[in-house]
């Protein structure tokens, strides 16, 4: 588990949706997000989410030819800090962080972690509950969680 944690939107939202937020302070020491996150997000953060400028926007331009403002500076973030974990859902979001050698984990392995550490344990309920708030899985992801956490 990495001390250091980026933060796309989505997990922000999806997690802030089910009233679970305060999962990402349990399982990082620094919970870090771009200020084209927090523009995305739309409501008050809690002051232990950092908001940090990218240095380098020529990066963030770069990627943001293939993807949203909230996604290319998170991962333009990633590059820059080192030993730090983005957490991105979309899959283009995910291939494009791969080939960038960025580490990445996504909301779903947020959940997972938590259980695994003793902080949250109705993985499944939870699941559900995204899914019910518009939260997007595949039926085999969904499969294949049942049948481990049922």
């Given at each position: 588990m990495h001390k250091i944690i980026i933060s796309d939107t989505s997990c922000l939202i999806a997690l802030q949706n089910i009233g679970l937020l305060n999962l990402l302070k349990d399982l990082y020491q620094e919970i870090l997000i771009t200020q084209?996150?927090?523009?995305?997000?739309?409501?008050?953060l809690p002051d232990w989410i950092i908001v940090v400028e990218v240095k380098n926007k020529e990066k963030q331009a770069e990627i943001e030819e293939k993807l949203d403002k909230g996604e290319a500076s998170s991962m333009a973030l990633a590059i820059e800090i080192e030993d730090s974990t983005l957490i991105i859902d979309e899959n283009k979001g995910r291939r494009i962080a791969k080939s960038l050698n960025i580490k990445i984990i996504g909301t779903i392995g947020v959940l997972l972690l938590a259980n695994k550490h003793g902080f949250h344990k109705d993985v499944m309920g939870t699941i559900l509950r995204l899914v019910n708030k518009g939260f997007r899985l595949s039926d085999r992801l969904i499969e294949m969680l049942i049948e481990k956490y049922k």
């Open positions: 084209e996150v927090k523009n995305e997000f739309g409501v008050d």
